[in-house]
Nanobody, 118 residues
C-alpha cells in the first residue's frame, strides 16, 4: 500500500511560482509512475504531468514550458514546479501513483488547492 501526502499550494498572484510536493510512505515509489492531476471548479479532473518509474516525463499542452515534474527517489517524493501561473491554473491539484506497467492510478494524495489571482 502506498500513502501519498501532498504539501504546497496556496494563493499566488498571476505570474508567480509554486512547488507542490507529493511524499510517499509505505512503499518506495521507485517502481511507480506518478501523475499530477488538477480539477478546476466545476470541471473534470485532468492529468497535467506525469513521470514514469524510469524518469520520462510528459505534459498536457496547456502546461508545457511552465510545469516541471520531477522525482527524488532518495526522498520518495515527486514534485511539481509551477511557473508563470495563470488564473486558469486555479484548481485542486492531486498527485497519484500507479505501479509501473499498470494503466490505473490506484493511490491518491489528499489534494491541495492552488488559487491564482489576476
Amino acid at each position: 500500500q502506498v500513502q501519498l501526502v501532498q504539501s504546497g499550494g496556496g494563493l499566488v498572484q498571476a505570474g508567480g511560482s509554486l512547488r507542490l510536493s507529493c511524499a510517499a510512505s509505505g512503499r518506495t515509489l521507485n517502481n511507480y509512475a506518478v501523475g499530477w492531476f488538477r480539477q478546476p471548479p466545476g470541471k473534470q479532473r485532468e492529468l497535467v504531468a506525469a513521470v514514469t518509474s524510469g524518469g520520462s516525463t510528459n505534459y498536457t499542452d496547456s502546461v508545457k514550458g511552465r510545469f516541471t515534474i520531477s522525482r527524488d527517489n532518495a526522498k520518495n517524493t515527486v514534485y511539481l514546479q509551477i511557473n508563470r501561473l495563470k488564473p486558469e491554473d486555479t484548481a485542486v491539484y492531486y498527485c497519484a501513483a500507479r505501479r509501473a506497467g499498470m494503466g490505473t492510478y490506484n493511490y491518491w494524495g489528499q489534494g491541495t488547492q492552488v488559487t491564482v489571482s489576476s
